[in-house]
């Protein structure tokens, strides 16, 4: 049978004491850190202010389209061959009418003297019949057949001149060379790819607007091209398509752009600014100050606390366009309110400030960062 054991009573009293005076030296130790952070305060956090400004922002309508060609084709044969001769190195410019590459021609110049060869002697041929025709030695019918032999011999003649040509291709357009898709030797059949043209001066930037925009535009309006230096020549709306794409509801728009110093390929991805003559006053603040948040973007005032201090104060905003270190607010705020410029992220309403500058960058509508 299985002894019970019991716990005699002073030893349980002795365990409730001392569980009683743990939690007392805990309950002390908490109360008095409670105490010195009550008598301590709120710690105060140094930022930088600005103030909320007006600035003239010249009208804009932003897009993103593509670079296309003046003119781009890829260069083939018409006629089959084998490559004689290649006269043009990848990447290279060339002007319209330049040799690019030869076919091999021994037939078609034996041909050639064959077609001469025939028209001289069709030649000769109506000389003697029209000598002869003219002492009634001859019909006419007999004159006729010898005058169109002629005709025929310099037909076959500027045929077989053609076909020489055509082994012969040339550069149809000025314009930049891509890589070469053909080897001396190589067998070409009709239609063979031989190598890229491009005219990329001037070109294009194509991109598409919503079509409620299309009463703003017009042709000859000045189009700049986003990540452009600020001294990169503008381009102009050359064209404005006739058609609204009816699932997207959008308006094609093309621009051209003189590009002397080729920095557009066709190709590229570009974002592209119209430039519409009148300019609008906008509200700013350097986009630093905004703390993004799913719930709403926000900044933080800088408002007078009790005594002397300053006290950070959470404001709402609705933003608009983008420039540079810049972004336009809609509402929320009003010029002249001092916001804080950075490190918002860390303070809450009420919040004990002290300003200071060190260490901040101006901010810039055209931002010129230096490489790192």
Do not use: C
């Not at 299985?2 to 908490?30: D, E, M, N, R, W």
């Not at 012969?168 to 790819?193: E, K, M």
């Not at 719930?295 to 404001?315: N, P, R, T, W």
């Not at 366009?321 to 950075?342: C, K, N």
């Amino acid at each position: 049978m299985a002894k019970k054991f019991v716990v005699p009573l002073s030893v349980t009293v002795l365990l409730i004491a001392i569980v009683g005076i743990l939690g007392g030296i805990k309950a002390l130790q908490i109360m008095a850190m409670i105490q010195a952070g009550a008598e301590a305060g709120v710690p105060v956090t140094t930022v930088s202010a600005v103030a909320v400004t007006e600035d003239e922002w010249e009208a804009t309508i932003p897009a993103v389209g593509s670079v296309t060609a003046f003119q781009g084709i890829m260069v083939a044969n018409e006629v089959a061959g084998t490559v004689s001769a290649i006269h043009f190195h990848a990447g290279a410019e060339v002007e319209a009418g330049d040799l690019l590459v030869e076919l091999d021609v021994s037939v078609e110049e034996a041909n050639r003297a064959r077609a001469m060869a025939q028209l001289e002697l069709a030649k000769k041929t109506v000389t003697r019949s029209r000598e002869l025709r003219s002492r009634n030695s001859i019909p006419q019918s007999e004159l006729d057949a010898a005058e169109a032999n002629v005709a025929a011999a310099e037909a076959e003649l500027a045929a077989q001149e053609a076909q020489l040509a055509k082994k012969r291709i040339v550069a149809p357009f000025a314009g930049r060379l891509g890589i070469r898709q053909i080897s001396v030797g190589q067998y070409l059949s009709p239609g063979s790819a031989i190598v890229d043209l491009r005219s990329i001066s001037p070109i294009f930037v194509e991109f598409a607007l919503p079509q409620e925009r299309l009463p703003q535009l017009a042709v000859g309006h000045a189009v700049r091209i986003a990540e452009a230096p600020a001294d990169a020549p503008l381009g102009e709306i050359t064209a404005i398509n006739s058609l609204i794409d009816p699932a997207t509801r959008n308006v094609a728009i093309q621009a051209t752009f003189e590009n002397a110093n080729a920095s557009l390929l066709p190709g590229m991805f570009v974002k592209a600014e119209v430039l519409l003559p009148d300019s609008r006053t906008v509200r700013i603040i350097p986009q630093s100050a905004v703390i993004y948040n799913a719930y709403g973007d926000s900044v933080f005032l800088v408002k007078e606390g009790e005594g002397d201090g300053l006290i950070a104060e959470q404001a709402f905003v609705r933003l608009g366009e983008r420039r540079g270190d810049f972004v336009e607010v809609l509402s929320g705020l009003e010029p002249g309110q001092q916001i804080v410029r950075a490190g918002g992220f860390k303070l809450r309403n009420g919040a004990p400030l002290a300003l200071s500058d060190t260490g901040v960058d101006d901010a810039q509508i055209n931002p010129t960062p230096a490489n790192r």
